[in-house]
Nanobody, 124 residues
């Protein structure tokens, strides 16, 4: 089992920034990929960003490209999501996710473990 714990959410004004963190623990063996997703009430969870084990490959949803940046610190088993120029439509619960194979970017539908989420609210 893998445990994921997100932190860093909160309330911010439009145009502001937040940095989310996700610490992984448990059976995090080998080279794993990590991702961020978000969900608002009544909507499907949507992909935000992903990163390979090496950090050399990343992918982003079109809605966040140029504003969000995913990174990781493998020594700390932690992945980050730097969110800049936040908009009200970024308001959501943000979840981090784990995929055991991290040499290439996984299909967003294939992540295996999920955190409980952290709330991000952007006021207009």
């Amino acid at each position: 089992q893998v445990q994921l714990v997100e932190s860093g959410g909160g309330l911010v004004q439009t145009g502001g920034s937040l940095r989310l963190s996700c610490a992984a623990s448990g059976r995090t063996f080998g080279s794993y990929a990590m991702g961020w997703f978000r969900q608002t009430p009544g909507k499907e969870r949507e992909f935000v960003a992903a990163i390979t084990w090496s950090g050399r490959s990343t992918s982003y949803a079109d809605s966040v490209k140029g504003r969000f940046a995913i990174s990781r610190d493998n020594a700390r088993n932690t992945v980050y999501l730097q969110m800049n120029n936040l908009k009200p439509e970024d308001t959501a619960v943000y979840f981090c996710a784990y995929h055991r194979l991290g040499l290439v970017l996984p299909n967003p539908n294939d992540f295996e473990y999920w955190g409980r989420g952290t709330q991000v609210t952007v006021s207009s």
